[in-house]
């Protein structure tokens, strides 16, 4: 088989796997607190017989980026935006400590506070943070949560827990397969201090639909590109088995 055929099919391949990176961005547009995911291929020579002037295409996840999205002010009590830079804690699906700027929190049957995608939100023990029943709950700027019992008065505050708040390096951070953000070795951060929070508002997806748009655009020529190179390579085959008929 010529060399080329399998050049131009990992080119091909490597078009498909970044189309679906950047379809995943454009899907979560309107995703709260969602993260562009980058993608990238580069060029790797191919060793074997004969010299290496031949290229392939490898596929590489560089990182994920960690800009800040737009705040936006929904006025509700539980929805929290982190101000600046630092992550919420939550406990992964796999229960291991993972990270989120999703912010649009719930209170669930069992009285834990979550995320809306149903995480435990952790508190600065490290433990899930439990609401007890109550009229009214606010989320300071420190991630302090503070409740109203029922049948208090508007006087009657109980200091519930703290949400965890971290502020790790951003390097120091990948995303899993479950959208969340891990350290390697998923090892709990300590909290930081130096993470706010603003109540009543939400961070949005830091995407941006018009150059994920673009790029997917730009992929699928590139695909065509490399189909019709493929179609090329075996059309040359068919010439050249053809010309050794004839001898």
Do not use: C
């Not at 935006?81 to 699906?93: K, L, M, T």
């Not at 989320?139 to 409740?147: E, F, L, P, Q, V």
């Amino acid at each position: 088989m010529d060399k080329v055929l399998y050049v131009a099919m990992s080119g091909a391949r490597e078009s498909m796997v970044a189309q679906q990176a950047h379809a995943n961005n454009l899907a979560n547009a309107t995703t709260t607190g969602f993260k562009t995911d980058l993608a990238q291929a580069r060029a790797m020579q191919v060793f074997g017989e004969g010299l290496p002037s031949r290229v392939y295409a490898m596929t590489e996840r560089p990182a994920t980026d960690t800009g800040t999205g737009t705040l936006m002010q929904t006025g509700r009590d539980l929805d929290v935006a982190i101000n600046g830079e630092g992550w919420i804690a939550v406990v992964a699906p796999d229960g291991t400590e993972a990270y989120t700027r999703a912010g649009e929190l719930q209170i669930n049957a069992a009285n834990q506070l979550v995320t809306g995608s149903g995480l435990p939100v952790l508190g600065a023990g490290g433990i899930a943070v439990v609401i007890p029943p109550s009229e009214k709950v606010d989320i300071g700027n420190d991630g302090t949560i503070s409740a109203r019992p029922l049948g208090e008065g508007a006087a009657e505050l109980l200091l519930v827990d703290r949400i965890k708040l971290v502020k790790p390096d951003d390097d120091a951070l990948f995303k899993g397969l479950d959208g969340l953000m891990h350290v390697p070795g998923n090892a709990p951060l300590p909290p930081s201090q130096d993470v706010s929070l603003r109540s009543g508002y939400l961070e949005s997806s830091n995407v941006n639909a018009v150059n994920e748009l673009t790029e997917i655009i730009s992929l699928a020529r590139q695909f065509e590109m490399q189909v019709k190179l493929m179609k090329t390579a075996e059309e040359n085959s068919s010439a050249a088995a053809r010309i050794l008929q004839l001898s």
